[in-house]
């Protein structure tokens, strides 16, 4: 009998949460711990860290866990690197649920940045609206070019203000709509949008809202992650728990 550990954070972590809950498939699921709500889930919910690769192998080991299932966000990396590393250790199959990236399409203005290093460079000196759309861990970055305006979209309220001097903060948790984030950038007078390439459904609205205004799109490329067998339908990581060895099946 499967003994899943999935690591999630997004919407595909959630429907799978939700295929396993219906499947009857016992499952953890894990939160990092950076949203203050996150939504209830059908499964049990662990929150926090583990304490690195070693942490997380050792969690697989003491919980006797047979599969691990990596469906954290595509810019995750630290954790999926850990993942892949810890899976190898404690001798655990490991299979990634991520989001296809996203490609322009006919009318976007896109400049490729590999980071957000790249992305701060890449706005230029005249003064800009901005939407940034990254989070709260990223914004501080930003600071280096103060002269810009910054809408900031966060999914929690601020515990402190963001360390920008001229921001406007929005609170609120997509998915978002095209009509909604085509009304925002022009209230806003939004001149540019600075994204990182997160993939999926759930935040794209924001790039067909500004291809149909003619912004341009600083969009921040997914960072490397070590070789793993992925797949991008949750239907498809039931079908890899009919056939994946799991450590009782091998001996362990």
């Known amino acids: 009998m499967p003994n899943v550990l999935l690591l999630g954070g997004t919407t595909e972590a959630s429907a799978l949460a939700r295929l396993f809950a219906e499947r ?9 711990g950076r949203t203050e709500k996150p939504r209830a889930q059908p499964i049990p919910m662990r929150i926090g860290g583990f304490g690195g690769v070693n942490g997380l192998a050792r969690y697989l080991r003491d919980e006797r866990v047979t599969h691990l299932v990596d469906a954290t966000h595509p810019f ?16 655990v199959p490991l299979l990634a649920l ?6 322009p399409a006919a009318g976007d203005r896109w400049t490729h940045v590999p980071d957000i290093a790249g992305a701060v460079a890449a706005l230029g000196g005249r003064p800009r609206r901005i939407l940034l759309a990254l989070g709260r861990l990223h914004v501080a970055a930003f600071a280096a070019a103060p002269q810009h305006h910054y809408v900031l979209r966060f999914v929690d ?37 600075v994204c990182k390439n997160a ?5 794209a609205a924001k790039l067909a809202a500004a291809r149909a205004l003619g912004v341009p799109v600083v969009m921040i490329e997914r960072p490397a992650l070590p070789p793993r067998a992925e797949v991008t339908d949750p239907h498809a990581v039931l079908a890899w728990l009919d056939h994946a060895p799991s450590p009782a099946k091998r001996g362990v």
Do not use: C, K, Q
């Not at 009857?24 to 990092?32: D, K, N």
């Not at 991520?98 to 490609?103: E, G, Q």
């Not at 993939?199 to 935040?203: H, L, P, S, Y």
């Open 24 to 32: 009857g498939v016992a499952a953890t699921l894990s939160y990092a």
């Open 76 to 91: 995750a990396a630290t954790m999926s690197a850990n993942a892949v590393a810890a899976a190898r250790a404690a001798d």
């Open 98 to 103: 991520t989001r296809p990236a996203w490609l």
């Open 157 to 193: 309220a601020a515990v402190a203000p963001p360390a920008l001097p001229d921001h406007h903060l929005i609170v609120d948790r997509g998915p978002f709509t095209v009509e909604g984030d085509r009304a925002l950038m022009v209230g806003h007078g939004i001149d540019l949008v």
């Open 199 to 203: 993939g999926g459904t759930g935040a």
